[in-house]
T-cell receptor, first 109, second 116 residues
Framework: QKEVEQNSGPLSVPEGAIASLNCTYSDRVSQSFFWYRQYSGKSPELIMSIYSNGDKEDGRFTAQLNKASQYVSLLIRDSQPSDSATYLCAVPRDYKLSFGAGTTVTVRA | DTGVSQDPRHKITKRGQNVTFRCDPISEHNRLYWYRQTLGQGPEFLTYFQNEAQLEKSRLLSDRFSAERPKGSFSTLEIQRTEQGDSAMYLC??????????????FGPGTRLTVL
């Protein structure tokens, strides 16, 4: 079992819709979780971090964490063409980050 | 610009040559990380420094790879006798230790290596 798994995508959504991205992790002791956005050919950019069970909202982004189910998700509301990118879920393990393979989102105008 | 910087941004080399990459972290950050990313995959951890001490190296880091962080400032990653399988994006990240394992890592723009 991989340490971090994401829904494989690609995910295509119309402009203005909600994009829903899922991530599961294997290490039950993980306490913090990060979502990075990566545009094609660029480096990962941090967009959200979450440490507690429940929801955390930041602008059009909402991260949801359920530690009992070892599940973290990212919702992008009112999706815009500029949201078209690969979204990486990352879980720290002994200071280093373990990443999922990423989910590529395409927002159709 | 006070973010993480990397140099060069692109490197094309022939198989068997040595290459060296540089990373300058955010100035107050004491932790520095190197990752490697290939197409369609998330970044994979290579090595990590706290100040000048190299505290962990991945099994991915063969004997051809060496990293240094003299004086706890910038870091270099050297690959000797490059192979085509070394072609990847090499990413540097830095963070400020917050007394636990949850400090946030910020990435540089990366160095894209192509080995012909």
């Amino acid at each position: 079992q991989k340490e971090v798994e994401q829904n494989s995508g690609p995910l295509s959504v119309p402009e203005g819709a909600i994009a829903s991205l899922n991530c599961t992790y294997s290490d039950r002791v993980s306490q913090s979780f990060f979502w990075y956005r990566q545009y094609s050919g660029k480096s990962p950019e941090l967009i959200m971090s979450i440490y507690s069970n429940g929801d955390k909202e930041d602008g059009r982004f909402t991260a949801q964490l359920n530690k009992a189910s070892q599940y973290v998700s990212l919702l992008i509301r009112d999706s815009q063409p500029s949201d078209s990118a690969t979204y990486l879920c990352a879980v720290p393990r002994d200071y280093k980050l373990s990443f999922g393979a990423g989910t590529t989102v395409t927002v159709r105008a | 610009d006070t973010g993480v910087s990397q140099d060069p941004r692109h490197k094309i080399t022939k198989r068997g040559q040595n290459v060296t990459f540089r990373c300058d972290p955010i100035s107050e950050h004491n932790r520095l990380y190197w990752y490697r990313q290939t197409l369609g995959q998330g970044p994979e951890f290579l090595t990590y420094f706290q100040n000048e001490a190299q505290l962990e190296k991945s099994r991915l880091l063969s004997d051809r790879f060496s990293a240094e962080r003299p004086k706890g400032s910038f870091s270099t990653l050297e690959i000797q006798r490059t192979e085509q399988g070394d072609s990847a994006m090499y990413l540097c990240a830095s963070s400020l230790a917050a007394g636990g394992a949850t400090d946030t890592q910020y990435f540089g723009p990366g160095t894209r290596l192509t080995v012909l």
